[in-house]
């Protein structure tokens, strides 16, 4: 997994997204009420900007850590496969 990010960066890359987001929405309740703010309005697309940079960093490394988790499991999955105790 030389070029997949560990959990914990995931973990992290997930928090500022989840974050991120939670302001922007905040900025569009705020907005919402005063529309005609300009300070608003250019923090409210900054985040919007912000919130898709961060989704597609996001899907990018998760996409790429499955791929390693994939491989590292072979061809048919074996190494993920571990006998049922019954």
């Given at each position: 997994m030389a070029n997949a990010l560990p959990r914990n960066e995931l973990l992290a890359l997930a928090t500022l997204l989840k974050e991120a987001l939670c302001v922007e929405?905040?900025?569009?309740?705020?907005l919402s009420q005063r529309p005609?703010?300009?300070?608003?309005?250019?923090?409210h697309k900054e985040y919007q900007q912000?919130?898709?940079q961060l989704t597609w960093e996001f899907?990018?490394?998760?996409?790429?850590?499955?791929?390693?988790?994939?491989?590292?499991a072979g061809p048919d999955g074996s190494a993920a496969r571990r006998p049922r105790k019954s």
């Amino acid at each position: 997994m030389a070029n997949a990010l560990p959990r914990n960066e995931l973990l992290a890359l997930a928090t500022l997204l989840k974050e991120a987001l939670c302001v922007e929405h905040d900025l569009a309740g705020r907005l919402s009420q005063r529309p005609k703010g300009e300070t608003l309005l250019k923090q409210h697309k900054e985040y919007q900007q912000l919130v898709g940079q961060l989704t597609w960093e996001f899907e990018r490394a998760l996409a790429s850590y499955l791929a390693a988790l994939k491989a590292a499991a072979g061809p048919d999955g074996s190494a993920a496969r571990r006998p049922r105790k019954s």
